[in-house]
């Protein structure tokens, strides 16, 4: 187990803690792109309390609205073009993980000379690496990607189809502001949706790692334990501000580095099935993992058998007859799945109006896009085409 940990993200977590943004904005610049997305920061008011606390504090602001559920690439151009237009040098995110995840990218846009789009995996022989960008805040008002305080973003590309990510340590926020407050607007199904999402970033990596990581295998069950308590109290009652905020601290945790730290996580194949299916079908990315977790799982059990017996035991209380009792795996596969249909997410592709006609298609982008040496998806265990087919039809 050899890793190196290094995340340079001020954390301000708390209620009532976007009253500071101002004054962490300060400290970055003086000309700042307020990035948002369809108009629920308006609603809920916390558009103008993050514009004010800007101003008050000195700060020019500009405001890139509009950004989409999958972040397009053409939002991002737009973004970029207007910080360049209007000279900021500060990018401040308000918003759930696609407006997170747009900001990112236009944050290293804006002192690049080329095509956004360059940065993106998208199966090019050598993607742009950003080695720059403009200072970020972050301040989600939607507990689930994580991209809060981690160096990823995930972009779509409407013209082509295609989904993906850029990742680059010049994209880590230099502060992350979690107001538990800002969640309590959420409805059920986004929230939902988060705590999904949020388990499915710590199952990719407890599922698709070395093995040998005890320490992390405990981060990560404590992770999602705490999902699936807090997560149905907060669907039940939006105003439980604990619930929200353990919901909150759980899905930054899942995906800033910690929990999967030493792991040698060898891929996120759900999650690079997941951006293929919705770069066609803009469906919501949390329900689409919701789809193809479990039948991913059923999959890696067959040749990973003793982390699903631990995950089952562990996580579900099962009592398996030893370590590789495949009775066992599978029972607590069926318990996350039908974990997930209680809390109202799909667990097949028919909920969300997919049929079979472009699963070959599917697969072959998802392979294209990103690939190992021997041209498989990189994951535990690795996949063919064949696989991610078969994985799909499971899944209709």
């Not at 890793?3 to 962490?24: C, I, K, M, W």
């Not at 972040?71 to 040098?89: K, L």
């Not at 993980?97 to 998208?122: E, L, N, Q, T």
């Not at 972050?138 to 993906?164: D, F, H, R, W, Y």
Request: aromatic share 8%; charged share 20%.
């Amino acid at each position: 187990m050899q890793f190196d940990y290094h995340n340079p993200t001020q954390l301000v977590f708390g209620a009532g803690s976007l009253a500071r943004l101002g004054e962490l904005a300060r400290r970055y610049g003086t000309r700042a792109l307020l990035v948002t997305g369809g108009g629920s920061v308006k609603r809920s008011g916390t558009f103008e309390r993050a514009f004010q606390g800007l101003v008050d504090a000195g700060l020019s602001v500009f405001e890139c609205e509009g950004i989409e559920p999958n972040p397009r690439i053409s939002s991002v151009r737009r973004g970029a073009a207007m910080a360049r237009e209007h000279g900021c040098d500060l990018i401040v995110a308000l918003g759930g993980g696609s407006v997170m995840d747009a900001a990112k990218a236009i944050a290293a846009a804006v002192p690049y000379d080329g095509d956004p789009w360059d940065m993106i995996v998208h199966g090019q022989p050598e993607p742009h690496v950003p080695t720059e960008a403009l200072p970020l805040i972050t301040v989600p008002t939607l507990a689930a990607t994580g991209s809060e305080m981690n160096c990823a973003a995930v972009i779509s590309n409407a013209e082509t189809q295609e989904k993906s990510f850029v990742q680059a340590p010049c994209l880590y926020p230099r502060v992350a502001l979690l107001d538990p407050e800002l969640t309590l607007s959420v409805p059920r199904d986004q929230t939902a949706y988060g705590v999904c999402d949020l388990i499915t970033h710590v199952t990719e990596s407890y599922f698709n790692g070395i093995g040998d990581t005890p320490i992390q295998d405990r981060f990560a069950e404590g992770v999602i334990l705490t999902a699936m308590e807090y997560g149905p109290k907060a669907i039940a009652d939006g105003a439980d501000l604990n619930a929200r905020a353990q919901v909150q601290w759980a899905a930054t945790l899942a995906l800033n580095g910690w929990v999967n730290s030493g792991t040698g996580v060898r891929g996120y194949p759900v999650h690079m099935i997941e951006h293929t299916v919705s770069a066609y079908h803009d469906i919501t990315h949390a329900a689409g993992l919701a789809v193809i977790n479990p039948v991913w799982m059923r999959f890696a059990a067959q040749t990973n058998t003793a982390k699903f017996v631990q995950f089952a035991e562990r996580i579900f209380g099962l009592q398996a007859s030893g370590p590789y009792d495949m009775a066992c795996a599978l029972a607590g596969i069926d318990r996350f799945e039908a974990f997930l249909k209680s809390i109202g997410c799909p667990t097949r592709f028919s909920e969300l109006g997919i049929d079979g006609s472009l699963i070959e298609t599917y697969a072959k982008e998802t392979l294209r896009i990103i690939h190992d040496d021997q041209g498989l998806l990189p994951g535990r265990p690795a996949m063919r085409e064949a696989d991610i087919v078969d994985i799909l039809r499971a899944a209709l």
